[in-house]
Structures are given as C-alpha cells and as structure tokens.
C-alpha cells in the first residue's frame, strides 16, 4: 500500500525557512520522480517542485525557484522541500506526490502559514 506522509509544516514569520519531509513507503521509491504540490485556500493545487527519480536534475515554479530547494533521500525514501525566503503568498497545504502505473499518489499535506 503506497503511502506518503508529510511533515515539517509550521507557521513561520515573513523572511523565515522551513523544511518539509516526505516519507514514503509501499512502493520502490527509487524508481520514481517525486513532487511537491501546494494549494492555497480558494486556488488551486499547483506544482511546487519536481525531482526526478535519481534526484540529479529538478525543476520549479517561477514563484519558488532561487528560494526553495527540493531533494531526495533514495536510501531513506524521503523527499524533502527546502524553502527559504517564506513569504505571505507561500501559505498554503502543501502535499507530496508521485505518480506511477497509471495511478497518482498523495499525502494527506502539511500546512505552511507565513505570517507576522
């Protein structure tokens, strides 16, 4: 049973960083690109970040690149966000994701809040 749990979500001032981990299990992690979505009230889910399977090359959103990293753990089958700079328009749940077999794959999120 594939599973994706979240964590490292918090609220946290203007200008400050956060680190999210995903952990993953049922399936071989390794094999797989990872993503990290976020979704914040009344918009809709967007793609935050994507790594792939080997976790040499990521890309990003416009609105996060330069502040925020993504990363992988292949020996622990943990993807992890790094995201510095917060700033108010970062609040959001945000949520791991892969995508195999035909199916997609989500965690149950955790929430950012940027706020003074």
């Known amino acids: 049973q594939v599973q994706l749990v979240e964590s490292g979500g918090a609220l946290v001032q203007p200008g400050g960083s956060l680190r999210l981990s995903c952990a993953a299990s049922?399936?071989?992690?390794?094999?797989?690109?990872m993503n990290w979505y976020r979704q914040a009230p009344g918009k809709e889910r967007e793609l935050v970040a994507r790594?792939?399977?080997?976790?040499?090359?990521?890309n990003y959103a416009t609105s996060v690149r330069g502040r925020f990293t993504i990363s992988r753990d292949n020996a622990k089958n943990t993807v992890y966000l790094q995201m510095n700079s917060l700033k108010p328009d970062d609040t959001a749940v945000y949520y791991c994701?892969?995508?195999?077999?035909?199916?997609?794959?989500w965690g149950q999120g955790t929430q950012v809040t940027v706020s003074s």
């Open positions: 994701n892969t995508n195999f077999s035909g199916a997609s794959y």
């Open positions: 790594i792939i399977s080997a976790g040499s090359f990521a």
């Open positions: 049922g399936f071989t992690f390794s094999r797989y690109a």
